[in-house]
């Protein structure tokens, strides 16, 4: 199991790569990890925006770019598509890289 911190170097170390290849232009880590309360089965939730609006397969291959690279599950949330309420707590939240 990967720690945050590990979780987070590698996002940085690769954030040339996202902003080129997938347009990312804003990336933080939320949830369980934040909150320090992951365990083996947990997925890394990210919050992300993007400089151009990706298609669906698109999105689809960051999400699985970042899974395969992490190792670890990521649930790929697009802070455009935030609901009020949920997005409000996930906003509270979210370490932005």
Do not use: C
């Amino acid at each position: 199991m990967r720690t945050l911190e590990e979780i987070r170097q590698w996002l940085v170390q690769h954030k040339a790569v996202l902003q080129e290849r997938y347009k990312v232009s804003e990336l933080g880590i939320f949830g369980s990890y934040v909150r320090q309360e992951q365990t083996e089965t947990s997925d890394v939730d990210l919050l992300v925006e993007f400089s151009e609006i990706p298609s669906l397969l698109k999105f689809v291959n960051l999400e699985n770019y970042l899974s395969d690279n992490l190792g670890v599950r990521v649930d790929l949330v697009h802070k455009a598509g935030l609901k009020p309420r949920i997005g409000e707590r996930i906003l509270r939240e979210v370490v932005y890289l």
